[in-house]
C-alpha cells in the first residue's frame, strides 16, 4: 500500500477486514497450512493496519497455534533479518508473539488483556520455562494487576522452577502486607513448608491457619489442609528431643491424617499416600499395606513411588519374595528414566535375602542405565529422587 494511502478511506477499510477475516476462511476450509500462512502474510506485510487490528491478529493466530493440535510450518528465513530469532515450532512461535503483545502492553500502545498473560502462562509452562514466566510478570508495570496476584502468580512459578525458598518469601510477603488470611497462599505456603524438614513446624503452623480460616466451608480444601498438617507434623516429630513430645506429634499427625481421609474419602491419593507412608512410619504395616494399595489403585499403576512404597512394607514384614515380585511387576510398567530408584531398592532387597551375586548384576544394570543417560541428557538430569520413608 502506499505510504499516503491513509486510513480512512474505503478501500482500507476493506483491505483491513480481508487481512482479518481471510484466516478464519482457510479453518473452515480445514487447510492448517494457509492459515499459518495468511497469518504471517498478514502479520509480516505491511498492509496500513492500526494497532488494535494487528493484535488481535497476533492474539488470534497465538491462540491457532497454541490450541489446533496441528504443527506449524517453519517461518520463512527470509522474511527475518539477520541475528535475529527464529521459532522452531508453534510454541516458540505463539511465545514469541505473545512476548511483543505484552510489550506493546508495557509501552501503553495497548490496552491491558489479562487473556494474554493467560496464554503466556499456559506456552511457558508446557515449555517448562517457568523462569521466564515469572520475569514476564516482574516486567508488567505497577497497577497492571493487583499486587496479591502478583506475589501469588510469581510464587507459584518459583515454585514450579524448583526455587521453593524464593516462592515461599514472596509468599510470606503476601500474607504479611496484603492478606494474612488469603487461603490459597497459606495452602501454598505449607506445602512448600512440609518439603522441607528444617520448615516443618512453620509448615503445620500454617497449615492451621487454613482450617482456622476455612471453618468448614469447603471439604476438598480442609482434607488438603489437614494432609498438610499431618505431614507437616510427621516431619516435625523426627526432630523432637524427647521421646514424649515425639509420641505426640506422631500421634497429633496421624489424627490429622485420618481426618483429611474422612473428609476427602478415597478421592484424593496424596492424602491417602500420606496416610500409608505414616501407619508404615509408626510400624502399623497392615493398616500401611491396605492404604498403599489403595493409592496403587487410584493412580491406575502409574505411581512409581506408590510401588516403592508397597515393596518396602512389604519387606517391613520381611516378605522379601512377594516385595520382589512388585518391583519387578513396577519395572515392568515404568520406562527406562523412572527405573532408577526402583533398581536400587530391588538391589537392596537382594542383600538382604542374602543374593549378593544377583544384587551386583541389578546394581550394574542400574549403571548402566545411568551412564546412558548421561550420555544422553548430560550431567544435570537426574535418573530419580530418593523417597525417604
Known amino acids: 500500500m502506499p505510504q499516503n494511502f491513509g486510513n480512512e478511506g474505503k478501500l482500507q477499510e476493506t483491505l483491513s477486514k480481508v487481512v482479518e477475516l481471510l484466516p478464519d476462511l482457510w479453518k473452515l476450509a480445514d487447510s492448517s497450512r494457509d492459515v499459518i500462512l495468511s497469518y504471517r502474510r498478514a502479520l509480516l506485510h ?41 521459532p522452531r515450532n508453534n510454541l516458540e512461535e505463539a511465545i514469541l508473539l505473545l512476548m511483543i503483545l505484552l510489550r506493546k502492553i508495557t509501552l501503553k500502545k495497548l490496552e491491558w488483556d489479562p487473556s494474554i498473560l493467560d496464554h503466556l502462562a499456559f506456552a511457558l509452562s508446557v515449555s ?24 501469588q502468580a510469581l510464587s507459584l512459578c518459583y515454585y514450579g522452577a524448583g526455587k521453593d525458598l524464593v516462592a ?28 522441607n524438614p528444617d520448615l516443618a513446624k512453620d509448615g503445620a503452623s500454617l497449615a492451621r491457619k487454613v482450617l482456622e480460616n476455612l471453618d468448614g466451608r469447603c471439604n476438598q ?19 523432637c528431643i524427647s521421646n514424649s513430645e515425639r509420641v505426640e506429634r506422631q500421634s497429633e499427625a496421624l489424627h490429622s491424617l485420618e481426618t483429611a481421609h474422612k473428609v476427602t474419602g478415597m478421592s484424593n491419593p496424596l492424602v491417602i499416600y500420606s496416610l500409608s507412608l505414616e501407619y508404615a512410619e509408626q510400624r502399623k504395616l497392615e493398616a500401611a ?12 499403576g502409574s505411581s512409581v513411588k506408590g510401588w ?13 519374595l512377594d516385595a520382589e515380585s512388585i518391583l519387578n511387576e513396577a519395572l ?58
Open 46 to 86: 505491511k498492509w496500513n493496519l492500526d494497532a488494535k487490528t494487528i493484535a488481535r491478529i497476533q492474539k488470534e493466530f497465538v491462540v491457532f497455534l497454541l490450541y489446533s493440535g496441528g504443527e506449524a510450518i517453519p517461518s520463512n528465513l527470509r522474511s527475518h533479518m539477520d541475528n535475529s530469532f527464529v
Open 128 to 151: 517448562g520455562d517457568l523462569t521466564a514466566l515469572a520475569n514476564q510478570w516482574e516486567e508488567l508495570l505497577p497497577g497492571t494487576v493487583n499486587r496479591r496476584e502478583r506475589y
Open 168 to 195: 515461599l518469601n514472596l509468599l510470606r510477603k503476601l500474607l504479611s502486607k496484603e492478606d494474612p488470611t488469603h487461603v490459597p497462599s497459606l495452602l501454598i505456603a505449607s506445602k512448600i513448608c512440609c518439603e
Open 221 to 239: 480444601l480442609e482434607g488438603l489442609s489437614s494432609c498438610l498438617l499431618g505431614v507437616s507434623l510427621s516431619t516435625h516429630s523426627k526432630f
Open 289 to 300: 499395606l491396605h492404604y498403599a494399595k489403595c493409592f496403587l489403585n487410584l493412580e491406575a
Open 308 to 320: 516403592l512404597l508397597l515393596a518396602r512394607i512389604l519387606s517391613a514384614q520381611k516378605q522379601f
Open 332 to 389: 515392568d510398567q515404568t520406562g527406562i528414566w523412572d527405573q532408577g530408584e526402583l533398581l536400587r531398592t530391588k538391589a537392596k532387597l537382594q542383600i538382604a535375602q542374602g543374593q549378593l551375586k544377583t544384587a551386583i548384576e541389578t546394581y550394574t544394570h542400574l549403571l548402566a542405565i545411568l551412564l546412558v543417560q548421561r550420555k544422553t541428557f548430560g550431567s544435570r538430569k537426574t535418573l530419580y529422587k530418593v523417597c525417604w520413608m
